[in-house]
């Protein structure tokens, strides 16, 4: 039986293909402009290294953002579903999930059977989510990649007062032209978010296992910042990018 | 998942609701060229009362004027960017901005200038009533007001001496009325509008307690064509007579199982004023076979109310139902007062705590499974307290989903990611699209 899920996302596209429940074969692309076409492109790749071939697939289930343009899916589930079933499969004892992705960030409350108690997301603005750290990023001229390693050599607490992404990027630009040095402002970037993500948290209410997913999951610099704010640690799967398209990949439609 | 169907048909009221509206609007416009008068205020004004100056006086109601102008996007931008370049905060009352907005413009949504008012007649709760005609009457260059205090507390607390401190300023204001009029005022026609106003809002609560039945005859969508109507003029023995016809046809819809939507799967409420220019979010939820039964507001912002013998919350018993005789002016504005505070949308004004009850008594009798609040930055009364409703509604076990927008300015509500939220709760609720 082979499952594929799809997670195009609003920045990234992610492929998971299952065999039999197993991962046989995953797969990630940025999304661009032509989605569609990323999309199917993708899923081709997917399947191409693990040898299966289209007619062997069982089932193509799409999530994320942008779902819509997988139109080759036979089904589609929301982003807040895929993530509590990827989850939970992964992490049975999981009663919280933190996702938080390019453009939006969702807490979810599951109870022991991994059903969705609760769900909290982030309204249109971008301050709770990986395009923030993004935007930031270029403010300060550090690779996103090297942003939490940089900004776990702080131990300054600096409050950012803005709540908006474009007003944030004035104050950080502030910081940098008063001396503050970049390591202190991205401490202070990755604490604003935990913040946000951590009132997100509370809204729904949370209580262990605490899982986080998606790409600000690899964030070591937001990471210790959520786990300081929530005051409890969490835990982050080995692929946490890949959980959305995961959970979409075990919902078949049947 | 068994999918139930349901026979259903158009409403036979909807185009008299249409009728009456536009008529209502046409009145107002036009009331001096047929030697009447024109007053505004609030939909909570005490409207009974300028009826004692005559038939021939017309109200024209800001909330639902408010509400209309949304469906009017070209017009609405334009009245909330009129306001704002006034000088007056984004942030306040979205209706108050449309309404002065299109007095700035000096353009009626329904055709033709601004048609200004003889008066004011105003009555005073939130924050912003009371303001907001003020502020009318000097965009209009000065327009004789009025506004009575109602913010006397909840009505499990009223006593006589807070029915007295509302009761005298209505006298006053009757005094008020004759003065700035020069009309006398006539004791028999003030009567018959109290009885008239009992009627028609205790009518409509009696509309909404129909809605426990399953399925629902009505959906909260079209709620919104047929309340507004008592927003427009409860205290008229037109609405009354057209709320007696929607009951009968409702009666014979519940006996006959003619549902709202063809599919019931699940029962839902709303909360506060929807986001006007998006009411295709209720029609949204019917693809998933999910019908909102109303909410407070529909039920409560002009439905009279009461607990009855059996437990249930039901229509409020009128003053002619218990054979009360009005005799004098004094007597109908103590029933006035009395009635309108017991109001269900006056009681949160002092407690959220006070509405959540009135919400987990709603989800239980309407057998609801699921509430969508709506964050309303629009209006700070309805809203003040909504996420301790929200706290109450989970701890009562009922799912909630919350959504931010606005109901009447249209840059503040995002509809793609509304859509996208009612998908994850109607997942979380074990629905797909049908």
């Not at chain 1, 999930?97 to 409350?109: L, P, S, Y």
């Not at chain 2, 909260?220 to 023995?237: A, D, I, P, Q, R």
């Not at chain 2, 057998?367 to 709506?374: C, E, K, N, V």
């Amino acid at each position: 039986m082979i499952n594929v899920g799809i997670d195009v996302g609003a920045k990234n596209i992610k492929i998971v293909a299952l065999q039999d429940g197993k991962i046989v074969s995953k797969g990630h692309v940025l999304a661009g402009f032509e989605t569609k076409d990323t999309s199917q492109a993708l899923y081709n790749e997917v399947l191409k290294k693990a040898n299966i071939s289209p007619e062997e697939v069982n089932s193509i289930t799409s999530t994320g953002s942008g779902r819509k343009a997988a139109d080759f899916a036979s089904n589609s589930v929301t982003e807040v579903t895929a993530a509590a079933k990827g989850a939970t499969n992964m992490f049975p004892s999981a009663r919280c999930v933190i996702d938080v992705g390019a453009e939006e960030g969702r807490t979810i409350r599951c109870d022991n059977d991994g059903k969705i108690i609760d769900f909290a997301l982030n309204e249109k603005c971008a301050a709770g989510a990986g395009a923030f750290i993004e935007a930031m990023g270029r403010a300060l001229e550090i690779s996103i990649e090297d942003f939490g390693k940089i900004s776990l050599q702080s131990n300054q607490e600096i409050p950012l007062n803005a709540q908006c992404a474009v007003f944030a990027e004035s104050e950080v630009v502030s910081l940098l032209h008063s001396k503050t040095e970049k390591k202190d402002i991205a401490k202070a970037v990755n604490d604003a978010v935990a913040s946000r993500i951590t009132s997100m948290a509370r809204k729904v209410g949370f209580e262990k296992d605490i899982i986080l997913i998606g790409g600000m999951a690899k964030n070591t610099g937001f990471v210790a910042a959520l786990t300081k704010a929530l005051e409890t640690d969490v835990i982050i799967p080995e692929d946490p990018e890949y959980i959305l398209a995961y959970g979409a990949a075990l919902l078949t439609g049947n | 998942m068994n999918i139930p169907t349901y026979k259903t048909e158009p409403l036979k009221c909807w185009n008299k609701a249409k009728e009456l509206r536009n008529e209502f609007y046409k009145n107002y416009a036009n009331a001096h060229e047929n030697g009447g008068i024109r007053w505004a205020g609030g939909a909570w004004s005490f409207g009974a009362i300028p009826m004692g100056l005559g038939n021939d006086v017309y109200p024209l109601t800001g909330e639902p004027y408010g509400a209309s102008i949304a469906f009017n996007k070209e017009f609405s931008l334009r009245c909330l960017e009129a306001t704002e370049k006034k000088g007056y905060a984004r942030d306040l009352c979205s209706y108050m901005r449309s309404y002065w907005g299109s007095i700035i413009l000096d353009e009626f949504l329904f055709g033709g200038k601004f048609p200004k008012p003889d008066f004011m007649w105003q009555d005073h709760i939130c924050c912003s009533h009371s303001k907001w005609y003020q502020v009318a009457s000097e965009l209009e260059g000065g327009i004789p007001t009025y506004s009575i205090d109602v913010a006397v507390g909840p009505y499990n607390e009223v006593t006589d001496s807070l029915i007295d401190y509302i009761v005298s300023q209505m006298h006053d204001g009757i005094e008020w009325l004759k003065k700035i009029t020069g009309r006398e005022y006539d004791d028999e026609k003030l009567i018959d509008a109290v009885y008239n106003e009992c009627r028609t809002t205790s009518l409509w609560a009696e509309i909404c307690v129909l809605n426990k039945t399953k399925p629902a005859p009505l959906d909260e969508k079209s709620m919104y064509s047929l309340y507004v109507l008592g927003t427009l003029e409860k205290h008229s023995k037109k609405v009354g007579d057209f709320y007696a016809e929607v009951l009968d046809e409702m009666k014979y819809r519940v006996e006959n199982q003619i549902a709202a939507t063809k599919h019931e799967v699940v029962r839902l409420i709303s909360d506060t004023q929807p986001p006007w220019g998006f009411l295709n979010v209720f029609r949204y939820l019917e693809n998933f076979g999910a019908v909102s039964v109303g909410s407070l507001y529909t039920f409560g912002l002009i439905g009279i109310w009461e607990d009855k013998p059996d437990g249930t919350w039901g229509a409020r018993t009128t003053p002619q139902q218990k054979g009360i005789k009005i005799e004098t002016r004094d007597q109908a504005l103590r029933i006035l007062a009395d009635w309108n505070l017991s109001k269900p949308e006056w009681q949160h004004f002092y407690s959220p705590h006070q509405k959540s009850e009135m919400m987990i008594r709603i989800a239980k009798e309407w057998d609801l499974q699921g509430i969508m609040l709506h964050y309303n930055r629009g209006c700070e009364g309805l809203s003040v307290g909504i996420a301790e409703n929200r706290l109450a509604l989970i701890d009562a076990g009922y799912p909630v989903m919350t959504f931010e927008g606005n109901m009447r300015d249209e840059r503040e509500f995002d509809s793609a990611k509304t859509m996208s939220r009612i998908d994850s709760f109607m997942e979380t609720l074990g629905l797909k699209i049908i």
